[in-house]
Structures are given as structure tokens and as C-alpha cells.
């Protein structure tokens, strides 16, 4: 008994001292889209948000729908950056790539801090694969991994050994790999597995032999990584100091979501969204259709000109009216957009943004759309413009573009793009009860005739009025307007007044909206300005450097039409204006336009990947 005790002190004491303190882990995941990546990602997000870490997540899905197995095209990775101090970013470089097969390998290496820890799917890594993937020689037996640490575990066969009496077929044995290797993971960075567990057992209740396999091969991958003496040290992150408050997990979809629904209730109207399936919009559709006792109607049309149709015509019955897409949806609802545009009433038009022109690559993300929602319609036809910087903002724009659109009876674009749609981080839940009611009144019959394009005096919004109201009959469609009666007017004077009419009313918004702030010194030699899901970034990149001695500020802009009242004034507090997009220069373009005396330069990238801190940090010190 005593020597017992004894052994088991001893052990205690050879895991105590291997345990490694660190502030901030790079993990990604990558495999083929069959072998769960994106699941196990998502389930080792979920524990290190129970854990209380800070974490951002950086999903990336293959563009080819069904790419042959084992071929580049095919990869799909997640990537996760977690810390015990606040972060905004998924990181730059992974300290441990989790490789399924060779194409993945080849894919991510450039991924991979050098000395870094690389586990590969050693079962895997034989000659047809290779040459699938394309490597010339098995990159396990030359040395094309000797600037990092390799960990060749055969993990499709010991998935095999752990689940040899499970009553499963072989391919489906193949597939509870992910949760083998999710288990090494977990133990190498003493992430709990409780979770997990309970996921897996609600997920899968209606096959009990899937869930004994996944929980069986979960706990055989951590037991592996506890017991395999060629596992590296196993590293632990303490807990993030986060504001107090309940706090949950939350993509940019789902912020997205939660926020037009909490929007709609906040002005007491029925949600109306008309959507037609688009990466990566769709699911925004699939998580409102679950909110139906919301108040919420989804309808999914049959292209993307209905879906906004639909959605004009719920505005036009007063009630709040969404569609979503993406670039190519954008095209064409366009026309639809304009009409709502003439007919002056409230639309909401969320666009996902994705790497384009054209079908481009529907999977990676890009910031390419600001010119066409500013200037892709036809005529003069000025509307609002949010974007959220991060997926929990999402949340709180959503708010914003339904307050700006039923208060200035006016579209307003909701600009997000694909990593803030897909990628996730803590949200600290609103109080509800504190959040500011929208208001809205719909005009009654009245003693006179009713006026249907007179305006508020200082919106200049004109009336919303509810069709079937007793006395206020009206003209409403994309013909010219006459001020005041809205009835169709060729007059030349007339329909200069309604233009300018419309182009004051969005340029107003201004003075309802929050002014820029700057993060840093209110002048001096350099200012980056940035936009959307460069936001992380570029907020990592000034705090490193600040670090170095090197101080820059930094704006970021929610709000990109119109543009916040004091921005003209901090530009020009500045010598030089560095404005990061990934784009050609979309907001450049704009800076230049509007505020010529501005001394400003771009950083672009069109790769379909989201910026590294580290491309910003050298292009800073370049200009610095």
C-alpha cells in the first residue's frame, strides 16, 4: 500500500513538472472537409470558452463543394488563438498544426511557427496520397519538416485498435479520428473534456453506438497524449480576466441573427427575412428559421431579386423587412434596392462579403464590396452604410442598422464579410431591459389630405404609413416622385428637390451616430484607419509595436455612409494615413475622394485570407 502511494506520488509529481505556463496558444486543426475539422475546432472553441479564456477563431472551408478526398482543393482547417488577456485575432502562426493526411500537410505548413509542434496522421502518409497532394517524396522521411518538431502518430489506426469491438462500419470508425485527435489536443494544452463529453452524447442520442465510439476514441487520444513519452511538454492558459457578466460563444451568423431579432422586438415589429441560399450567408437563414416564436418570418425564395422583393414588400406593410446574400447577390438585387430607395422605405440588406469577381472563391473572405453598395445601383440612389469589426459586433450593428433604417426610412447595407461571419469569440450577453427601445409611429388619418413624401423636420424621413390605414391612400413605386403628394412627376425642378432630398437625409444620419474615437495619440505621424474584420489586426499590430517604441493610433469606422462628422478633422491630425483592406483600395478610394488634402496610402490584399498582424506591423515600420 505504501509503495503504491508512493508510485502515485511520484507520478503526480513528473506531470506537475512537465506542465508549462503560457499566456497565448495558436492550434489549427486541418484535414479533409469528411474528417471533422470544423467540428472538432468548434468543440475545442466551446471548451476553452467554458475554461473562461479569451479566444478568436479563424474557420477556413474548402471553395470546391465535393473536392476529391486527399487533394488540395479539399482542405478545411480552423484555426484557434486562446489567452488569458484580451485578444482579437486568431494569430498569425500556429504553435501546433494537427495534419489528417498529406494534402493538409502541404496546405498549412506555411502556417506553422518554425520549431513549432506538427501532428501528423502517420496511417495516411503513403504513395498515392502523397501524390495526390503532390509532394514529390514523403516530407515525414526527407527534410522538409526539419525546422519544426514532428509528431508521426498512426492516428487512423489506433482509432482502429481503440474501437476494434464497436459495432461500427469501417468508414465509420475512420471518421471518430477527429475526436483521437481532439483528445491529444485537449490533454496538450489541459483543456477539460466534460463538454465535450455531453455534446457528444446529445448529439448522437438516437445512435448510442456513435456516441460510444467518439467518447471512447476521445478518451483513447488523451490517455495516448498522457502516456506517449515522445508528447511534448503539456502547456496550461489560465483563465482570461473578462469583464464580469455571462458570457457564450458566438460566430458573426449567429450575432447577426440574435441582433436583427432583438432589433425587430426592440421597435415591436414582426421580422420579415427573404433570403435565397448564398455562402456564407446562408446561415443566417438556417438559425432565424429556429426563432420562429421570435415573431420571426423566414421565407427562402427562389433567386435573390424575389428574396428582396419579399422584403420591400414587408416594409411596405410595416414591418421590418431583411434580406441577406452576398457579392453576387448583391448584383442582383440591386434594381430591387432601388426601389426601395425611391419608394423611401426601410431595408435592411445584409451582405456576407466573399473573394470575387463573379462566383470567385465562395469560401474565402474578402472586403470587396464597398463600391458597389455605395455606387451599384443605377442613378442618385445614397444609402447607410454599418459594418461590424469583429462577430460579436455583429450583434450591436444589427441593432444600428434597424434603428437608422426605420428612423430614416432609408436602406441601410449591414456590410459583414466571411472570417467575421464564420469565426467566433466570447459575447458577453446585453441586459436586455437596458437596451433603447426603436421607436416608431405610424401616421393616422388626419383632417387634410395625406402628404406621403412631406418629411421630419430633422430626419427628413417621410411617413410610414401601414396599408389599409382609412384615408391614407397613396401612390408608392419606382417612377419619379412629386415632393409632398408622391405622385408620378416628369418636372424637371421637382425631381432635383426629392434627389437632394434623399442625399440630405443620408448625409444627417451623421448627426445621430457615434463620432470616430482614436486608440492612441489624438495626432502626430501615423494613423491607421480601418474598416470591418480588419479590426483584430490592426488593434494587435499597434499594441506589439507599442511595445517596440514605435506609437501609432488607430480609427475604426462602423459606420461608412456617411462617414462620422469629426473624421475629416483627426485625418487631418496626422501626417500620413495608412488605411489596410482587403481590397484594392475600396475605402482609400473614398478618403482620397472626400478628403483630398489628406496625405493617405493603402495596404491591399486579395488572397481570400484575412490579414496576419504581422503584414501590418511591416508595413507600419516601412512607413514609420
Not at 499594441?543 to 459606420?559: A, D, F, P, Q
Request: net charge neutral.
Amino acid at each position: 500500500m505504501d509503495r503504491k502511494s508512493t508510485f502515485e506520488t511520484e507520478a503526480e509529481e513528473r506531470v506537475r513538472k512537465s506542465k508549462a505556463l503560457v499566456s497565448a496558444i495558436t492550434v489549427r486543426f486541418a484535414g479533409d472537409s469528411g474528417d471533422g475539422i470544423q467540428l472538432a475546432g468548434d468543440q475545442f472553441a466551446d471548451t476553452t470558452a467554458v475554461m473562461g479564456n479569451d479566444f478568436a477563431t479563424l474557420p477556413d472551408f474548402p471553395a470546391e463543394i465535393r473536392a476529391p478526398v486527399g487533394t488540395l482543393p479539399g482542405v478545411s482547417s480552423f484555426q484557434i488563438q486562446f489567452s488569458d488577456s484580451i485578444i482579437f485575432s486568431p494569430g498569425d502562426l500556429a504553435d501546433v498544426l494537427i495534419a489528417m493526411n498529406p494534402a493538409a500537410l502541404k496546405v498549412n505548413l506555411a502556417q506553422v511557427k518554425k520549431k513549432g509542434l506538427i501532428v501528423v496522421n502517420g496511417s495516411v502518409f503513403n504513395e498515392p496520397n502523397l501524390k495526390k497532394a503532390g509532394w514529390k517524396t514523403n516530407p515525414l522521411e526527407d527534410a522538409t519538416l526539419r525546422d519544426f518538431q514532428i509528431l508521426n502518430v498512426p492516428l487512423s489506426a489506433l482509432t482502429q485498435t481503440a474501437l476494434k469491438d464497436q459495432p461500427l462500419k469501417l468508414s465509420e470508425v475512420e471518421r471518430c479520428k477527429n475526436f483521437f485527435a481532439l483528445g491529444m489536443v485537449f490533454w496538450l494544452y489541459s483543456r477539460s473534456r466534460d463538454h465535450t463529453v455531453e455534446w457528444i452524447k446529445k448529439k448522437f442520442a438516437k445512435r448510442p453506438e456513435i456516441v460510444n465510439a467518439n467518447l471512447r476514441a476521445l478518451e483513447a487520444g488523451y490517455n495516448y497524449a498522457d502516456m506517449t513519452e515522445v508528447m511534448p511538454v503539456q502547456y496550461e492558459v489560465k483563465q482570461a480576466a473578462l469583464e464580469p457578466g455571462t458570457y457564450r460563444k458566438i460566430t458573426g451568423n449567429e450575432a447577426t441573427a440574435i441582433g436583427f431579432i432583438t432589433g425587430a422586438r426592440l421597435a415591436n415589429k414582426t421580422m420579415f427575412y427573404g433570403s435565397y441560399p448564398i455562402t456564407p450567408a446562408s446561415n443566417i437563414l438556417h438559425d432565424l428559421a429556429r426563432h420562429k416564436n421570435y415573431n420571426v418570418k423566414t421565407f427562402q425564395a427562389e433567386d435573390e431579386i424575389a428574396a428582396c422583393g419579399a422584403a420591400i414588400g414587408a416594409s411596405f406593410g410595416g414591418e421590418l423587412g431583411v434580406t441577406a446574400t452576398s457579392g453576387p447577390g448583391l448584383c442582383l438585387k440591386a434594381e430591387s434596392v432601388n426601389l426601395a430607395v425611391m419608394a423611401e422605405l426601410p431595408l435592411v440588406v445584409i451582405d456576407v462579403q466573399r473573394a470575387g469577381p463573379s462566383t470567385g472563391m465562395p469560401t474565402k473572405t474578402e472586403q470587396a464590396d464597398l463600391l458597389q453598395v455605395m455606387f451599384g445601383r443605377n442613378g442618385e440612389s445614397p444609402i447607410a452604410v454599418v459594418a461590424p469589426k469583429t462577430p460579436s459586433d455583429c450583434f450591436q450593428m444589427a441593432l444600428e442598422a434597424v434603428r437608422i433604417a426605420l428612423k430614416y426610412m432609408t436602406p441601410v447595407v449591414f456590410l459583414s464579410e466571411g472570417n467575421i461571419a464564420n469565426a467566433a469569440e466570447p459575447w458577453k450577453l446585453p441586459e436586455l431591459d437596458r437596451l433603447p427601445k426603436i421607436e416608431v409611429n405610424h401616421p393616422s388619418a388626419g383632417k387634410g389630405p395625406f402628404l406621403p413624401y412631406a418629411r421630419h423636420p430633422e430626419t427628413l424621413a417621410r411617413p410610414w404609413e401601414v396599408p389599409g390605414t382609412r384615408g391614407l391612400e397613396h401612390r408608392i413605386g419606382g417612377l419619379a416622385k412629386a415632393d409632398l403628394t408622391g405622385n408620378v412627376s416628369y418636372d424637371p425642378e421637382n425631381n432635383q428637390r426629392m434627389v437632394e432630398f434623399r442625399a440630405r437625409k443620408i448625409a444627417r444620419i451623421a448627426n445621430d451616430i457615434p463620432e470616430a474615437t482614436i486608440d492612441g495619440p489624438e495626432s502626430g505621424r501615423l494613423l491607421i484607419l480601418g474598416w470591418g474584420g480588419t479590426y483584430g489586426v490592426i488593434y494587435e499590430a499597434v499594441r506589439n509595436l507599442k511595445r517596440e517604441g514605435i506609437t501609432v493610433s488607430h480609427v475604426h469606422l462602423n459606420y461608412l455612409n456617411p462617414f462620422p462628422k469629426n473624421l475629416e478633422k483627426i485625418l487631418g491630425q496626422f501626417e500620413h494615413v495608412l488605411i489596410p483592406e482587403l481590397n484594392m483600395g475600396q475605402l482609400l478610394f473614398l478618403i482620397r475622394a472626400r478628403y483630398p488634402k489628406v496625405n493617405a496610402s493603402g495596404l491591399n490584399k486579395v488572397q481570400g485570407q484575412p490579414f496576419q498582424t504581422k503584414e501590418i506591423e511591416e508595413k507600419i515600420k516601412s512607413i514609420w
